[in-house]
Every structure is written in C-alpha cells, then in structure tokens.
C-alpha cells in the first residue's frame, strides 16, 4: 500500500517503520507462555518508565519533530501486533504529538487511554479469531477510550486470525481517514 504510485501521489508522505530489537518490547507487558505454548499478554500500570525500545522511539518522534523535514500537526501512528501494542503505549505517553492512529491487533492497559482519548481520533482493526493477540485486548482498549470520551471507529474481521493487517491495510478509506485529520494546538486552536 505505501508504495503503491497512486497513493504515494495522493497522500504524499514520509513513512517510518521501525523496528524492535528482539530482546524488548514497545510496551511494559508481562508474557505468560502456557505449556501449549499460547501466549497471554498482560499490560503493567501506565506508571512504569518507558522499555528501552520505546525510549528509543520516543527519541526518534522528537528527532523527526526536530528535523524540520515533516509537519508536524499531520504526524499519524500505527502499528501491528507488538507495534499496535506500542501504538496504544505511544499515545499514552505523546498524547499531544499525533493527529491520528490506528492500532492493528494490539491492546495495552485501559487506564492509559485518559491520557490521549479526547486528543487523538483512532481507527482499531482486529482479527475476530486472532489466535496470538485475541480481539479482546481491543475491546478492552476501544471501551476505555469510549468511555473516557475518546473518538474511535472499531473494526473486527469474522473469521480472521492475527494477520488481521492484511485486510485492514485493503480498507479503501483508511488513508483518506488518516489525512483527514489534523493536530490542534495545544490550546484547541489550529
């Protein structure tokens, strides 16, 4: 999709996919492994300093802010999977610093979602049967930020498993949805 001429044409952009090293995660979340080896990820208290991935990130989002290179009211954020994890835990701690998101097959701790809920639009995407990351740690997370206020569209795949980013980045408005918004200044004011 990001390289496809037609959109790159119509939304133009600079698109950044890091990466977490293998020894870290973007947020703080215990993983308990069963003796079937089906994971379990429960999130830790929003009050826990950033993993050594997430500090890294979050150098590399002032350092794009910086460069002078981006506009920094159109700055958007997604992730799949652990980066839609870390997408949630993001905008936890820069609540002010995107003007949309889109988590895929994430999740993080509910009580995180006051920081950014009233600032932040989101477009949640999940597999109905996901098999690694299950649809409730989305639930969880899109009744949070509904219920501290926050405006969130909610898409769940019937029948699809974790691979649920393979249909959301099909969805024909997710990119007019994302350029569609624009970040406010600090005080409400454009």
Not at 29 to 43: C, L, M, Q, S
Request: a positive charge.
């Amino acid at each position: 999709m990001f390289l496809n001429p037609e959109y790159r044409q119509q939304f133009p952009a600079i698109v950044v996919f890091p990466q977490c090293p293998k020894d870290s995660y973007w947020s703080n979340v215990n993983i308990v492994t069963d003796e079937k080896g089906k994971r379990a990820f429960n999130f830790r208290e929003e009050k826990e300093e950033p993993t050594k991935a997430m500090r890294a990130l979050l150098a590399l989002v002032q350092d794009l802010e910086k460069s002078g290179s981006i506009d920094k009211k159109r700055m958007f954020l997604g992730g799949l999977s652990m980066g839609g994890m870390g997408t949630f835990e993001l905008l936890r701690r820069e609540p002010r610093t995107f003007a949309a998101a889109f988590p895929i097959c994430g999740g993080g701790h509910p009580a995180g979602t006051k920081a950014y809920a009233n600032k932040v639009p989101l477009w949640v995407f999940h597999g109905e049967v996901d098999g690694i990351v299950p649809v409730e740690k989305s639930q969880v997370m899109v009744d949070a930020i509904r219920a501290a206020g926050g405006n969130v569209k909610f898409t769940v795949y019937p029948g699809v498993n974790h691979n649920s980013w393979d249909y959301a980045f099909k969805e024909p408005d997710l990119l007019s949805w994302l350029f569609s918004h624009k970040k406010k200044g600090f005080l409400g004011i454009l």
